[in-house]
């Protein structure tokens, strides 16, 4: 069974930094795409950012200078670099992967505080 283990959310002050890590069970090159998406309270779940298996990357306009997102293909790895957090920012964040399946992380909450 493939599973996506988030980790790196917690408490921050506005302008702080993050850095969430999505571990797979499997090889990410399985993956045609995976991606980071987030929900607030009462809003739905939206894409934040995404790396395709060739590498090319796409990002919310709301976050794009401020989140970078990378992988570590040896460690089967995807990262969240989140710089210049504000307090709209505050969300579930959840690592996500297609193939010729979709696979969700559990979550992993992001406070960023004013």
């Known amino acids: 069974q493939v599973q996506l283990v988030e980790s790196g959310g917690g408490l921050v002050q506005a302008g702080g930094s993050l850095r969430l890590s999505c571990a797979a069970s499997?090889?990410?090159?399985?993956?045609?795409?995976m991606g980071w998406y987030r929900q607030a309270p009462g809003k739905q779940r939206e894409l934040v950012a995404a790396?395709?298996?060739?590498?090319?990357?796409n990002y919310a306009d709301s976050v794009k200078g401020r989140f970078t997102i990378s992988r570590d293909n040896a460690k089967n790895t995807v990262f969240l670099q989140m710089n210049s957090l504000k307090p709209e920012d505050t969300a579930v964040y959840y690592c996500?992967?297609?193939?010729?399946?979709?696979?969700w992380g559990q979550g992993t909450l992001v406070t960023v505080s004013s």
């Open positions: 996500n992967a297609k193939a010729y399946l979709e696979v």
């Open positions: 499997v090889n990410i090159f399985s993956f045609n795409t």
């Open positions: 790396i395709t298996r060739a590498g090319s990357t």
